[in-house]
């Protein structure tokens, strides 16, 4: 058994948990910001934020959830998460247990921080669409590990879990067979622009939606190979050298800034797999100490297509948004 196992086996938890609150089309609710939070999201981070306190109680946690705004939700609603991950486990639990999963290890300064998103992906959830639960790590503002359970995904009509381990990226069906073997994951090597698998998100702003056609015309990019998921998804599917890139960005990161939790598992497993993560303009990405990026956007790639897109991106865009390609 190595490290994350424990971990592992929260996030597949975490999505038959997902699974059943999305048979039963739970209601949903929105947060100051807008985005949807349904009890899925608390439950899954509950579950997560558990085996954490349990296996790994000295280490931080950066969560896109939090008690305070789960015991603002009505009376029912808190039952009913609380019930779902009590039946999960095997055992009671009661609200103030369950809320002190969700706040664990915030604010705590450690060498290693764990980043949650329970639900990437909440409107793909609600809508029957592709969703993930994301889990990854940081050590020294660097992305190491990172978990991606897909209770929706094109590899495998069970699910499949992404995961790192020894430096490596492996993926296995999120429900195992006895005889289960995992796989190793590796990037393509795909070149030709013609011939690039293009993941991107389900739902794009319109300015997103324009630069990215701009960037695509530039670099040569068939728009017609391009597929649309939400969540993480995307960058497992890079990862397995299903798809060779993905392009989150650009915007306007003073009103609406990139969060971590939307980025630290996938970037883990991409570089696990060889391939790259960079900011819009080929540098590296400055992850933490907080939940913002600071970050216009970023560009994931197989590596082998990386500053192609990169120069693709400055020739469409570098102007607009102030930056200009640069490599390391």
């Not at 706040?103 to 992906?121: E, F, L, M, S, Y």
């Not at 993560?277 to 956007?297: H, K, N």
């Not at 990386?306 to 120069?311: A, I, L, Q, R, S």
Request: with cysteine; hydrophobic share 40%; charged share 25%.
């Amino acid at each position: 058994m190595h490290e994350l196992q424990p971990l592992i086996d929260a996030v597949r938890m975490a999505c038959e948990l997902c699974r059943r609150v999305r048979a039963s089309e739970a209601s949903f609710s929105r947060k100051a910001d807008a985005s949807p939070v349904t009890i899925a999201d608390y439950g899954a981070q509950a579950l997560l934020c558990r085996t954490l306190l349990r296996h790994f109680p000295e280490d931080g946690v950066i969560a896109e959830e939090g008690g305070e705004a789960f015991l603002s939700l009505a009376p029912g609603e808190r039952e009913e998460a609380i019930r779902l991950v009590g039946k999960l486990l095997g055992e009671r639990v009661g609200e103030d247990e369950f809320v002190r999963w969700l706040n664990h290890g915030r604010g705590v300064k450690a060498d290693r921080t764990w980043v949650i998103d329970p639900i990437d992906g909440t409107e793909g959830f609600i809508h029957g669409r592709t969703y993930a639960v994301c889990i990854g790590t940081l050590v020294e503002g660097t992305p190491v590990d990172g978990i991606i359970g897909a209770p929706v995904s094109p590899l495998d009509e069970s699910g499949t879990l992404f995961y790192t381990s020894g430096g490596k990226a492996w993926a296995e069906p999120l429900e195992v067979p006895e005889d289960m073997v995992p796989r190793a994951l590796s990037v393509s090597d795909r070149v030709d622009p013609k011939s690039l698998r293009v993941v991107e998100s389900y739902v794009m702003g319109r300015r997103s939606r324009e630069i990215a056609d701009r960037v695509y015309a530039e670099a040569g990019v068939d728009a017609r190979r391009i597929k649309r998921y939400d969540s993480m998804l995307k960058y497992a599917l890079v990862a397995a050298g299903a798809a060779d890139l993905f392009i989150r960005g650009p915007r306007d990161i003073r009103k609406n800034p990139h969060k971590v939790w939307d980025h630290v598992a996938g970037t883990a497993l991409v570089h696990a797999a060889g391939g790259k993560v960079t900011g819009l303009d080929g540098r590296s990405v400055e992850f933490g100490p907080g939940a913002e990026l600071r970050t216009l956007g970023l560009i994931v790639s197989n590596g082998r297509i990386h500053m192609h897109m990169v120069e693709a991106m400055g020739r469409a865009a570098g102007e607009e948004w102030g930056f200009l390609p640069q490599s390391e």
